[in-house]
C-alpha cells in the first residue's frame, strides 16, 4: 500500500501517514531506497497496528 492508500484506509491525511508512521512503528520500505523514494506499506502491518491500538484502548478504557 502506498500512502495515499494507507490514508484512505484509515480515514487520514496522507501528511498524517507521512509524518507518524514511524511514530506508530508501522514497518515500511521505500521503493528506490535512500530517504527519498516513496513508502510502502503491507496491509498485515497496517491491522497489526490497528489491533494494537484497539487492545491498548480496551486496557486503558478497563
Do not use: C, H
Not at 19 to 27: A, C, D, K, L, S
Amino acid at each position: 500500500m502506498n500512502v495515499e492508500e494507507v490514508a484512505d484506509y484509515l480515514g487520514i491525511a496522507s501528511k498524517t501517514v507521512y509524518q507518524n508512521w514511524r511514530t506508530w512503528g508501522v514497518p515500511a520500505v521505500r521503493i528506490g531506497g535512500g530517504d527519498s523514494g516513496p513508502l510502502r506499506f503491507r496491509r498485515e502491518d497496517i491491522e497489526r497496528v490497528l489491533l494494537r491500538w484497539s487492545i491498548e484502548s480496551d486496557a486503558t478504557a478497563a
